[in-house]
């Protein structure tokens, strides 16, 4: 008996350990070979993409339209070889805290093979290492800090432009055509808004203007009185502020009761949409900001904006400037994983490591938001940024751009 039990249990730990391997032992050679493996769906499964965005608190306009763009690509995406495709948008919250913790589920995700994200550059920065870990590419539609694609990432890819573009193009505008020679700067402290507030102090110094101030606010407060007042007693001729619209909208409110009345509220991609509009009201008139450049208008286009419109309700471009581009980063990202899955054995397969090289190569890409050639570090837009102001409750083009 004992005998019998001995010879049970050897022949089960041989099966056991025949069917852990099994898996291995019968994957295409594609997958074998591949150093990150593959990602593998059986009849009936979804192929996703993830996308981190704040879906809640003050900057959620943002996460909820780029998201929104993004789920009409996926729409017009298909399939992969007769499998869907489906679109995960989780809430990061536009933190790091959260960027992490949405990048730790996704990876944990069999069925995410890439992420169209994150949106907010904070998030993104902390979310990087954990796809890095992983091997799942990123495609942004709408991180802007230049250190992102300074770290030596094989995954961190972005559609939108940099802040080393928006900021110098910012400064110069202030100095030269608004003709402001004394400049005060504002910033939430985050990778994004002290990162931009820094390029555009030292490009409006370079001009030749002088920076009276530069100072940093806590995010989430509703009144910053003391510091404008503050800013006030430097008498600069604009204002800069580097953030969201959640605090830039409190500070153009206030600016008036603090002595900044005469000031320019200037602001960046993060501060333009309805949403500003709709909480500054008359306080926002005169208001500038820069934004992502704008494509012009095609059939593509045309044909996009009219779906958004019937399937959300606003016009697209309204809540964000990167309506587009979030399409733009979920419909390359589909196009891509196409181009590398295959099929073997009734199972489709995604290698990640081909993944990753595929949408680092990505090439001439035409896009709703304009043409994109991903280089070497993972920029793939090198388009420079336009200015809009605040004129009868409504952003329009500025002056002499």
Request: hydrophobic content about 40%; proline content about 4%.
């Amino acid at each position: 008996m004992k005998k019998f039990m001995k010879v049970v249990f050897v022949l089960s730990i041989a099966a056991f350990l025949f069917a852990g391997c099994a898996p291995k032992a019968t994957l295409p050679a594609a997958c074998t070979s591949d150093a990150a493996g593959c990602a593998v769906f059986t009849s009936g499964q979804t192929v996703k993409i993830g996308m981190g965005a704040p879906m809640t608190g003050g900057n959620a306009s943002y996460g909820i339209d780029i998201s929104q763009g993004a789920t009409i690509a996926i729409a017009d995406a298909g399939d992969v070889k007769g499998w869907k495709f489906a679109l995960d948008a989780e809430d990061d919250q536009g933190a790091a805290e959260g960027g992490a913790a949405v990048a730790n589920k996704f990876v944990s995700d069999p069925a995410i093979v890439a992420v169209a994200g994150h949106i907010f550059s904070g998030a993104t920065a902390a979310a990087v290492p954990i796809y890095e870990k992983a091997g799942i590419p990123m495609l942004s539609p709408s991180a802007t800090n230049p250190v992102l694609t300074t770290t030596g990432s094989k995954v961190f890819n972005r559609i939108a432009f940099s802040d080393l573009m928006q900021g110098p193009g910012a400064a110069d505008y202030l100095y030269t055509t608004l003709k402001v020679k004394n400049l005060a700067l504002l910033h939430d402290g985050t990778d994004y808004g002290k990162g931009l507030a820094d390029i555009v102090s030292k490009q409006f110094a370079k001009d030749g203007g002088t920076v009276v101030d530069e100072e940093a606010i806590t995010p989430g407060e509703t009144d910053y009185t003391a510091v404008l007042s503050s800013v006030a007693s430097k008498s600069p001729d604009a204002l800069y502020f580097g953030g969201y619209t959640a605090e830039g909208a409190i500070i153009a409110n206030e600016m008036k009761q603090t002595g900044l009345e005469k000031a320019i509220f200037f602001g960046d991609d993060g501060t333009y949409g309805a949403d500003f509009l709709t909480r500054t009201g008359s306080n926002g008139e005169g208001a500038y900001a820069s934004i992502a450049p704008v494509s012009p208008d095609s059939p593509a286009k045309d044909k996009f904006n009219a779906a958004y419109k019937a399937q959300f309700g606003k016009e697209a471009g309204s809540l964000s400037p990167y309506t587009w581009a979030g399409y733009d980063s979920a419909a390359a990202l589909a196009s891509v994983i196409k181009s590398v899955a295959f099929v073997d054995g009734g199972k489709l397969y995604i290698p990640r490591t081909a993944l990753i090289t595929a949408v680092r190569n990505l090439k001439g890409y035409v896009g709703l938001s304009g043409t994109f050639t991903c280089q070497s570090n993972g920029e793939c837009n090198t388009g420079s940024p336009q200015f809009v102001i605040v004129k009868s409750g409504a952003w329009v083009p500025a002056d002499k751009q």
